[in-house]
């Protein structure tokens, strides 16, 4: 039972263009959001988070929006870039799972062209 | 500042035996977290471990246990491991005092069952 879904197994962007990557989530306890971007043989590495207090965290090129409601959450990249090409992970944790116990999605690979 | 070091990257072992792994977390990071990675899984958490108290567990059978020193470096141990065993271990460590922070991954340790 993936409470962390991520639908799209592969996304292709060019350069310059936005990316945008989804996320969607079945617990309501959830209530902290990450996103991490992984190459191959390293560890993920974190790019931004949303507290589920707010609805949109900006961080340079990244801005990840958050609609409760609907319990979804997406990653946008702007513009896109060649070394932005990775998988991505979404990744949630909850009240009732103090501390860092995330729940990873089963990631997106982005590939962006020049 | 050091990152998360995990201890040895690469590792084959026969089945039936057992594997301690470890991991030294960012300084004054306490909470330190493991995960497995798989093909067909994805990023499954393990258990995090916070001031040498294990906090949360994920749904992995007994085989799989791990400790955290004083110092919070940790280490986990499978025992009588099996082919479905193989699989890129994370550790991740951060704050976690109370409110939401992220958490920061090794490069992870590439463990082989044969």
């Known amino acids: 039972d993936q409470q962390v879904k991520q639908n799209s197994p592969s996304l292709s962007v060019q350069e310059g263009r936005i990316s945008i990557l989804n996320c969607d989530y079945t617990?309501?306890?959830?209530?902290?959001f990450l996103w991490y971007k992984k190459y191959p043989a390293e560890g993920p590495t974190f790019l931004i988070s949303?507290?589920?207090?707010?609805d949109k965290n900006e961080d340079g090129r990244f801005t990840v929006f958050l609609n409760k409601s609907a319990k979804h959450l997406s990653l946008h990249i702007v513009p896109s870039q060649p070394g932005d090409s990775a998988v991505y992970f979404c990744a949630a944790s909850g009240w009732e799972k103090a501390g860092t116990a995330l729940i990873f999605g089963k990631g997106t690979t982005l590939s962006v062209s020049s | 500042k050091a990152g998360v070091t995990q201890t040895p990257r690469y590792l084959i072992k026969t089945r039936g035996q057992q594997v301690t792994l470890s991991c030294s977390p960012i300084?004054?990071?306490?909470?330190v977290s493991w995960y497995q990675q798989t093909p067909g899984q994805g990023l499954q958490f393990l258990f995090e471990?916070?001031?040498?108290?294990?906090?949360n567990k994920g749904n992995f059978p007994g085989r799989f246990s791990g400790r955290q020193f004083s110092n919070s470096r940790s280490e986990m141990n499978v025992s009588t491991l099996e082919l479905g065993d193989s699989a890129l271990y994370l550790c991740a460590s951060s704050h976690a005092t109370g409110m939401r922070t992220e958490a920061f991954f090794g490069q992870g340790t590439r463990l082989t069952v044969v």
């Open positions: 300084s004054g990071h306490r909470s």
């Open positions: 949303i507290s589920s207090i707010k």
């Open positions: 617990n309501s306890m959830f209530d902290y």
């Open positions: 471990y916070f001031s040498e108290t294990q906090r």
